[in-house]
């Protein structure tokens, strides 16, 4: 038996201070007022829809103040990531017993008044939510949506030495398919230049009305997947809080000292070898310390405890005393002094100041932000003399001018790449002219760029674990990008929704600084997949994308390199965005020098002068493309178009930016009518080349003047073919697009139905061709761009 680390007194006040977080948890679960207990508990102290959850909320309150004594013991730097978030009130109960949340929140203050506010607040109209949320001081991590606490508490350690992020994973979150991924993430951490996550499995058997797998696998299964995920388990097990509060500690201690000898040796012996991370299972009844049993049903250690164990209402009036003694169980008299503040020999046993995991920088990550040293972009620019003249590859462009953020930066250590093992894949081949891929399972000699140090996070095939990674060290005050194949980024819709969801209300707490935004960049796209096919065809992320708050999306589709650096330059100075970009990684023609780039760039959308013959005229057609396959067939069409009827007047169009084309009521990138006027004209046939779904144009544009507007884009159809049948099979190419022009071209009468009929024959000696020879025409294959 090791020897005791809590005597009678350190162990009665931890003890004092689980049961206040414990009651201020039910109370704010349960009241409007009587917050002391100072009355006699009556139906109207009681909120009439009480909401929340109650199974999660003991098992994190004994952990948080269990952390509280380590970091005051050992000096440490922590943050607490909440799995189980839902147990809101949790963090709300300690952040307020540290003083943090009133002085956030000053109304909220540390007496009885303050009390009862908080309590009304909970999960309360007009109040906070009952979930670990952006208004919880202290928080990284949304904790509605289960499933990214892991990723999150990873991404905040990285660059961050001396750093601890406790991770809470809930017993039932741990079957969601990223925080399964995730326990993988510590073959990515280096012992010398990152922090340590302390992961605290939460296993209280139940998630809302089942038990949980890993609660009903024998103790050797348990241990053999842990130790095989590469940690070291340290048991904390029962249901007696004086016995466990021992354990806990017994158990922390270790897990501490763990982490402070791997770091000590890892630093002063330069040991990058992967280290066995210490972890803890805490075995503890759901609703510990909760009612027992209500109405002969067992409520503590069983799912019935997950929300709200006792219904006290009208119709259940009698239930008021089982939920007063509830409270009462907790002797809030001997906690908190006749004002309502908590006792001060309580209070000291939470840390001070910033390390006090309520108050962390670390958690509040905009404090932390310096910004990235950036290069000037146009020096990377690729010589276009000519519209169309010079072929290059635009990932492979912007990888050289990625590849000098990060050695400019390399000192700062604040500016980091994440994708799912796509990184040349995804043409950012220069990158590791200036760094390699972090990675610290074994490595042999035949490996490609792996070390255990680089700025390229891109060695785990998990777009969940890397875009949890990337908005944990966003979170935390840092710099980086996701990049991933266009349709797989479908795969983290819904993390991405849920950092929109955070920016947003972020937005609205002056004290949550900014971050740097969420970069994405879609590229292996739908319109080239050489030797993939119809699966990888997906360009659905941005209808998925475009539902977001309009002061938080942003979505750019630049047809070329040139394009791309301006775009990718704005994007990576931005600030708590989610920028989406678009990009080509196949040889393309390039349009733009650099200098026009920025300026379309900067409008998002313009007028292609050189490529339109309408000048000081009205046109009599209007060609647009966002994209850049689109954008290549749309001038293809104008060509084919312009050699036939030298005599129309054709006005060539260019969208970078998606938003341009929302009203500016509804986004503030939204051009005014008048101007969208001026560009599309009123009434005049718009033929339209889209990346995505045709639909989306629709829905972006359908309170503008001009209907006559008619989209090619991507419509399900594909499969390994050539790059240009597959714009034949969704009729975006330069044939489909030039049949479509001159049905709405009345003024040509039949003038035009030579033209159409050499299309559609066009279109025919293609497919034979293909069929033939596997690639493309030469004629589509060496097309240039003539304007004469
Ligand atoms: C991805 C996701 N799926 C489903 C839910 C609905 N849900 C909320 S709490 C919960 C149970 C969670 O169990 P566990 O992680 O064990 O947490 P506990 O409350 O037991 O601590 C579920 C399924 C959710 N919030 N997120
Ligand atoms: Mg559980």
Redesign the pocket.
């Known amino acids: 038996m090791p020897a005791k680390i809590l005597n009678t007194d350190e162990l009665n006040r931890i003890d004092a201070y689980f049961r206040a977080c414990n009651y201020l948890s039910v109370g704010q679960l349960y009241l409007l007022d009587n917050p002391l207990l100072k009355r006699p508990l009556q139906l109207s102290d009681v909120k009439s829809n009480v909401v929340g ?1 109650w ?2 909320t003991p ?1 994190q309150n004994f952990i948080y103040v269990h952390l509280n004594r380590v970091i005051k013991k050992y000096d440490l730097n922590m943050i607490y990531v909440s ?2 978030g ?2 809101g009130q949790a963090v709300v109960s300690n952040a307020y017993l540290e003083g943090t949340y009133s002085e956030v929140y000053p109304n909220i203050t540390e007496d009885e008044d303050g009390l009862k506010k908080l309590f009304k607040q909970f999960s309360f109209p007009g109040g906070i939510s009952s979930h670990v949320a952006p208004e919880t001081p202290g928080s990284i991590n949304e904790g ?4 990214y606490s892991l990723s999150h508490a990873y991404g905040a350690v990285l660059d961050n030495p001396n750093l601890i992020a406790a991770c809470v994973v ?5 079957e ?1 398919g990223p925080l399964a991924t995730s326990w993988h993430s510590n073959k990515f951490i280096n012992p010398i230049t990152d922090g340590a996550v302390l992961p605290i499995l ?1 296993l ?1 058997g ?3 009305a089942n038990p ?1 797998v890993l609660a009903r696998i024998s103790e050797s299964e348990l241990d053999a997947y842990f130790k095989g995920c590469g940690y070291h388990p340290y048991y904390v097990s029962g249901s007696d809080p004086k016995i466990m509060h021992e354990k806990m500690a017994q158990a922390l201690d270790r897990a501490i000292k763990d982490i402070k000898k791997i770091w000590k040796n890892a630093r002063n012996n330069d040991d990058t070898e992967r280290p066995i991370w210490p972890m803890i299972i805490l075995k503890s009844p ?1 609703g510990w310390t909760g009612p027992k049993e209500i109405d002969g049903r067992v409520v503590e250690g069983s799912f019935r405890s ?1 929300q709200v164990p006792i219904l006290v209402n009208e119709e259940n009036k009698k239930n008021i005393k089982l939920l007063e003694s509830w409270l009462k169980s907790y002797k809030p008299e001997e906690l908190f002094d006749k004002n309502g503040r908590l006792i001060p020999e309580l209070r000291e046993l939470a840390p001070i100041g910033d390390k006090r995991m309520s108050a962390s920088k670390y958690a509040n990550g905009g404090i932390l932000l310096e910004e990235l040293r950036l290069p000037d972009f146009k020096k990377y620019g690729v010589n276009v003399k000519k519209p169309g003249s010079t072929t290059a590859q635009d990932m492979m462009e912007l990888g050289k001018y990625i590849s000098d953020v990060v050695k400019l930066n390399e000192d700062k250590r604040n500016f980091r790449i994440f994708g799912p093992d796509e990184a040349l894949s995804n043409r950012l081949n220069y990158v590791f002219d200036n760094t390699n891929r972090q990675f610290n399972g074994e490595r042999i000699k035949t490996d490609e760029f792996l070390s255990s140090d680089g700025r390229v996070m891109d060695s785990f095939l998990s777009e969940h674990a890397c875009e949890g990674w990337l908005e944990g060290y966003l979170l935390t005050g840092r710099h980086g990008f996701i990049h991933s194949y266009e349709a797989f980024a479908r795969i983290i819709d819904s993390m991405v929704s849920q950092h929109a969801k955070w920016l947003k209300v972020t937005k609205q707490l002056p004290w949550r600084r900014e971050i740097s935004s969420l970069n994405i960049i879609l590229t292996s796209h739908a319109w080239q997949q050489d030797h993939n096919g119809f699966t990888h065809q997906d360009p659905g992320f941005l209808n998925h994308i475009v539902t977001k708050k309009a002061d938080t999306v942003r979505i750019y589709l630049p047809p070329d390199a040139n394009c791309l650096i301006s775009v990718f330059d704005h994007c990576i100075k931005s600030k708590n965005y989610i920028n989406t970009i678009v990009a080509s990684k196949h040889p393309r023609p390039q349009w733009l020098t650099m200098e026009q780039a920025i300026k379309h760039c900067s409008q998002g959308i313009s007028i292609w002068d050189w490529a339109s013959n309408d000048q000081n005229a009205e046109p009599d057609i209007v060609l647009a493309g966002c994209g850049d396959t689109p954008t290549l067939e749309i001038l293809a069409a104008t060509m084919i178009l312009r050699s036939n009827f030298p005599e129309l007047k054709i006005r060539v169009v260019n969208v970078v930016d998606l938003m341009r084309l929302q009203s500016s009521e509804t986004h503030p990138h939204g051009l005014t009518d008048e101007e969208y006027d001026s560009i599309f004209t009123t009434d005049k046939p718009i033929i339209f080349g889209f990346h995505g779904y045709p639909s989306l144009i629709h829905q972006l544009t359908y309170k503008r003047k001009n209907q006559e507007l008619h989209v090619h884009g991507y419509i399900e159809e594909g499969t390994i073919t050539t790059p240009f049948d597959m714009r034949v099979q969704n009729k975006l190419d330069r044939f489909h697009l030039v049949i479509d022009a001159l049905n709405y071209l009345p003024k040509l009468g039949n003038k035009g139905s030579n033209l159409n009929q050499w299309c559609k024959d066009k279109l025919v000696e293609h497919k034979e061709y293909i069929k033939e020879y596997g690639i493309d025409l030469e004629e589509i294959r060496n097309w240039k761009w003539k304007d004469k």
């Open positions: 959850h199974g999660t098992g799995g189980p839902h147990g509605g949506e289960l499933g809930g017993d039932g979150e741990a969601t939460h209280n139940y998630k809302i949980t759901k997950h």
